[in-house]
């Protein structure tokens, strides 16, 4: 399937959409730049991660995009930095990402488009590409006193952003599906949302079905 034969003015935000927008908030940017080689500008949508979601980037984000503007993207990786990269170079794409909000360049105090906010199911798939990309699951300890052998017992989910809007909303979007979560605090250039619940935790996972590969086996074998 071609892009051109694809209509964007008439697509709707689908719960794929909204989900491969999360995914961009977390892992992705909009860059332009004139090519001398080319001799014209050129407009890059770019999602860049760690190697181990290579398979996230194949088996999600790929069908997404390729389901939703029929191009399938190219996948290309940077073993020495441990780096996946998916990215495609369609003007009229990049124009519909970012008509729908999605800043180019930095993405400083980046939002959710209320179109996807005000939609619960969209909302969801939103948080959920967030979490894949940037969110994180791992082991909390407890020691009884000083000289205690650290005892990891407890899990912890984590939401890091740099944008305030974009932690507020994640916040909102989970105790509004009945998700308790710590409050928002600061950290460093970032703020940081917590679930400490165990019970919450599984809830998240039941609920909003994190499609990352690598959050699904921590999830499972820590």
Do not use: W
């Amino acid at each position: 399937m071609n892009s051109t034969k694809i209509n964007l003015k008439n697509i709707k935000i689908s719960k794929g959409l909204a989900e491969f927008y999360g995914a961009m908030i977390g892992d992705g940017c909009l860059s332009k730049y004139f090519s001398n080689y080319a001799k014209k500008e050129i407009f890059c949508i770019l999602l860049t991660g760690h190697t181990h979601d290579d398979k996230y980037y194949n088996e999600t984000i790929r069908p997404i995009f390729n389901k939703e503007f029929g191009i399938k993207g190219c996948i290309r990786y940077k073993k020495k930095d441990n780096v996946t990269r998916f990215e495609t170079n369609s003007k009229r794409i990049f124009e519909f990402i970012h008509n729908h909000g999605f800043p180019v360049g930095l993405k400083g105090n980046i939002k959710m488009p209320k179109i996807i906010l005000d939609d619960n199911n969209l909302s969801i798939c939103c948080v959920r590409g967030i979490f894949d990309t940037d969110g994180s699951i791992y082991n909390r300890y407890s020691k009884k006193y000083k000289n205690h052998s650290k005892k990891y017992s407890y899990r912890n989910l984590q939401f890091k952003m740099v944008s305030k809007n974009i932690i507020s909303q994640v916040k909102y979007i989970l105790n509004n599906n009945g998700i308790i979560t710590s409050n928002i605090r600061k950290n460093k250039e970032s703020y940081v949302l917590t679930i400490h619940r165990q019970d919450h935790i599984k809830k998240f996972f039941d609920l909003f079905r994190p499609s990352n590969p690598y959050h699904i086996e921590r999830y499972l074998n820590l």
